[in-house]
């Protein structure tokens, strides 16, 4: 990588907030295995923004839930720690994970819905197929967190350099165009955060899961396979989108055959399906709300 596209990135990383405590903390509970509901709850509660959208979120006509929650922490048993971390991280002023990826040619919604069904499948692919493993938060987590090098490449990625695209692995065309790829990228914006280390590694090798460490490779191989799942059922983000080859090697650390993979692609749609309405009605009604103060 040049010095001037190494200089421009740094400056990206600059001019992108850093997560709020709240969402670092969370983040650092989860990846802690004896982590317990009330720790999360406890941080949640500090939060009275992100307790609105839990409680919201929860209560939506997704869940169809026939009494209404009125408690974190009954509304955090409903949804789960990882999931409660996911809601942190999308409404983080850093838009990392629904930000509008013009290099790429991918709006905010397909980067949202992209990194949602990634981190659904993930977790899918370890509470079923991980062999106890990989901690279903942790791939959820780490399914939300994996594309947030785009956030900073997509604004130097040449627009022109997509109209007579070939058929090479989309990373060796961010290498040829930037010196670096997006997992890399993500990698040193993960690091400038300190977010926890099976997060760091598992973004930065996605893409490329035989290259993370050893303690890691079942969480890389959950996230690559569940990236890929994803993509091929219509989640993509823009022109990579099936522009990554699947490493199958993950037969080695994910015990899964075609008939599993075949039903994980059901389940994990119609857990999506809820997931999404449920998330978008908590902040599209957000949205209005501060639409009407404006006004």
Same mark, same amino acid.
């Given at each position: 990588?040049?010095?001037?596209?190494?200089?421009k990135?740094?400056?990206?990383?600059?001019?992108i907030p850093?997560?709020?405590?709240?969402?670092?903390?969370?983040?650092?509970?989860?990846s802690?295995?004896?982590?317990s509901l009330?720790?999360?709850?406890?941080v949640?509660?500090? /939060? @009275?923004? $992100? !307790?609105s959208i839990?409680?919201k979120?929860v209560? =939506?006509? +997704?869940?169809? %839930? *026939?009494d209404t929650?009125?408690?974190?922490?009954d509304?955090?048993?409903?949804?789960?720690?990882?999931?409660?971390?996911?809601l942190?991280?999308?409404?983080?002023?850093s838009?990392?994970? /629904? @930000?509008? $990826? !013009?290099?790429y040619?991918a709006?905010?919604?397909? =980067?949202? +819905?992209?990194? %949602? *069904?990634?981190a659904?499948?993930a977790?899918?692919?370890?509470?079923?197929f991980?062999?106890?493993?990989?901690?279903?938060?942790?791939?959820?987590?780490?399914g939300?967190?994996?594309?947030?090098?785009k956030? $900073?490449?997509?604004?130097?990625?040449?627009?022109?350099?997509?109209?007579?695209?070939?058929?090479?692995?989309?990373l060796?065309?961010?290498e040829?165009?930037l010196?670096?790829?997006?997992?890399?990228?993500?990698?040193?914006?993960?690091?400038k955060?300190?977010?926890?280390?099976?997060?760091?590694?598992?973004?930065?090798?996605?893409?490329e899961?035989?290259?993370?460490?050893?303690?890691?490779?079942?969480?890389?191989?959950?996230?690559?396979?569940?990236?890929?799942?994803?993509?091929m059922?219509?989640?993509g983000?823009g022109?990579?989108?099936m522009?990554?080859?699947?490493?199958?090697?993950y037969?080695?650390?994910?015990?899964?055959?075609?008939?599993g993979?075949?039903?994980a692609?059901?389940?994990?749609?119609?857990?999506?399906?809820q997931?999404?309405?449920?998330?978008?009605?908590?902040?599209?009604?957000?949205?209005?709300v501060?639409?009407?103060?404006?006004?």
């Amino acid at each position: 990588m040049s010095q001037d596209n190494y200089k421009k990135i740094e400056k990206q990383i600059d001019t992108i907030p850093p997560l709020s405590p709240v969402t670092s903390q969370l983040l650092a509970i989860i990846s802690e295995p004896n982590h317990s509901l009330q720790d999360v709850v406890t941080v949640v509660e500090t /939060d @009275a923004i $992100l !307790t609105s959208i839990v409680l919201k979120t929860v209560n =939506s006509a +997704a869940y169809g %839930l *026939k009494d209404t929650v009125e408690t974190a922490v009954d509304a955090i048993r409903f949804l789960g720690d990882s999931m409660v971390a996911g809601l942190a991280i999308k409404r983080e002023k850093s838009g990392i994970s /629904d @930000a509008p $990826l !013009t290099g790429y040619l991918a709006d905010a919604d397909a =980067s949202w +819905a992209h990194s %949602l *069904k990634t981190a659904i499948a993930a977790r899918y692919f370890a509470k079923r197929f991980s062999n106890g493993k990989v901690r279903e938060g942790v791939a959820y987590t780490a399914g939300i967190l994996h594309d947030i090098g785009k956030s $900073l490449l997509s604004s130097l990625l040449p627009a022109e350099s997509f109209q007579s695209i070939n058929d090479s692995e989309f990373l060796e065309l961010e290498e040829q165009l930037l010196g670096i790829n997006h997992a890399e990228a993500g990698f040193m914006l993960a690091y400038k955060w300190s977010l926890p280390k099976a997060m760091c590694e598992v973004i930065r090798w996605h893409h490329e899961p035989s290259k993370a460490a050893e303690e890691f490779k079942t969480l890389a191989y959950i996230i690559h396979l569940a990236d890929i799942t994803a993509m091929m059922s219509g989640s993509g983000t823009g022109i990579d989108t099936m522009r990554h080859s699947i490493d199958s090697e993950y037969k080695k650390f994910i015990t899964v055959d075609e008939r599993g993979l075949e039903l994980a692609f059901f389940e994990i749609q119609l857990e999506y399906n809820q997931t999404f309405k449920a998330i978008q009605a908590c902040f599209d009604s957000s949205k209005s709300v501060k639409s009407e103060e404006v006004k």
